[in-house]
């Protein structure tokens, strides 16, 4: 049956059409992605595109050989190893600090949440000063551990991953620790009351739901301590083939006016995180995944 539509009807159904055209949820679109566009751009892309552009100044054989070197190979090592185990110790002691904070009351706990953002707002130098008179030979705490014990942390690579897991730690905890406020305790109930013991309840009930933003923790907490500098310098004695961390060996390259050698050494490390990042990413995406298929 044919409907026939007057002048006003068809006016209507234009300006209708034309409104929903026009509407959106977010207003601004196209500018807004433009501009976040533009704004990568200037930050990351041309940054990260002007170290290759000035690496490819060498050839491969020479590449090799900046990046190869004994000094460099050794800075390779401590920066990603001290990374990588900072990381992983602030995966889980972090874990362990925001569930005290998340679960238990006790007397200063407001103190105790407000110092975890302190590696956040204290400057880099401040800490790695306050670090090294820590524990250094004469600190208050150097002088047990070293004059007690016989173990060396300042001005060595045990310096170094202190100093990292002290700008590490909040990323873990803060990224946890909304998890955990959301995570309702009738899931441990339940286990308990099937019988399930603490440890079983943890492992098979909150991990898998805490495991995706852990991981999400120790990759911050990594690519954080990868490029860290400021904190590390004063403590890690930076003797090298010993205690040399690699963004000091691209420092002392860009003071000797090795531009070209600083970029080589820098391309390996982005290589280097952005592999490893993709790893935890895909661990991150596959957990996600298995908690979805499990429910």
Known sequence: MAIALTPNALLGRR??????????????????????????TLIVLIPIAAVFLKTSELSFAEFWKVVTAPRVLASYKLSFGASII???????????????????????????????DLPFA????????????????????????????????????????????????PFVVRTVQP????LETELEEAAASLGARRWQTFRYVLL????????????????????EYGSVIFIAGN????????????????????????TAVALVMLLFSFVLLLVINALQAWSSRSIGGSR
């Open 208 to 227: 898998p739901i805490l495991l995706p933003a852990l991981l999400t923790g120790f990759a911050l907490a990594f690519a954080r301590a990868v490029g």
């Open 86 to 116: 900072a990381a992983a110790i602030n995966a889980v002691f972090g874990l362990m600090l925001a569930w005290v904070l998340v679960r238990y009351s006790f007397p200063g706990k407001r103190i105790v949440d407000a110092l975890v």
């Open 15 to 40: 300006r209708g059409n034309s409104f929903r055209r026009s509407y959106s949820v977010l207003p601004g679109f196209n500018l807004s992605l433009g501009y976040t566009l533009g704004y990568l």
């Open 122 to 169: 204290l400057p880099t130098a401040v800490a790695g000063i306050a670090l090294t008179a820590l524990y250094a030979r004469n600190g208050w705490i150097g002088q047990y551990v070293e004059g007690v014990l016989g173990i060396k942390i300042a001005f060595a690579p045990a310096g170094v991953l202190v100093a990292l897991v002290f700008i590490g730690l």
């Open 239 to 262: 003797i090298p083939l010993v205690s040399e961390i690699t963004p000091l060996i691209i420092i002392t390259k860009l003071e000797q006016y090795d531009y070209v050698g600083a």
């Open 179 to 182: 998890i955990l406020e959301d």
